[in-house]
């Protein structure tokens, strides 16, 4: 059940195995323009934990979320962003159609104990052609 939203942070309650897990859903967010034109956006959420038990095991579940959805911001800002301008000078070049690279990253809690927290996160990347790509995967964390 969503509890409060705005453009850039939801704040999550999931009732799963016998536990209310409060979760804040923070996300990073931007439009990226070179040349007046937008060829580069990315939605990356990643989850935060608010809980007063547990303090070392969530301060660590935190960081690990916070650090990879950095990572994926900077990859997107940096190397994606280089690789976008030189396909729009390109495409520009030869008259081809204009692209949009995207990145996106979502999660979805899975399980959840007083204990543990399981989610799937969800990170999908497109780089022109046909169809991105997508890759799946599951992050566990004992909390105490």
Do not use: C
Request: without cysteine; glycine residues 8%; proline residues 1%.
């Amino acid at each position: 059940m969503e509890l409060l939203k705005d453009n850039k942070i939801n704040l999550l309650e999931k009732y799963l195995g016998g536990f209310l897990m409060r979760i804040k859903k923070e996300v990073f967010e931007k439009e990226v323009k070179y040349d007046g034109q937008i060829i580069l956006k990315y939605t990356i959420e990643y989850p935060q934990i608010i809980e007063e038990k547990w303090i070392e095991g969530i301060k660590k579940f935190n960081a690990y979320n916070y650090q990879k959805a950095r990572m994926l911001k900077s990859i997107s800002e940096g190397e994606l962003f280089k690789e976008a301008k030189e396909t729009y000078e390109y495409n520009k070049k030869n008259g081809y159609q204009i692209m949009v690279y995207e990145v996106y990253s979502t999660f979805e809690i899975t399980y959840n104990t007083e204990q543990m927290v399981s989610l799937y996160i969800d990170d999908y990347i497109y780089r022109g052609g046909a169809h991105g790509n997508t890759k799946g995967h599951l992050k566990h964390g004992t909390l105490e």
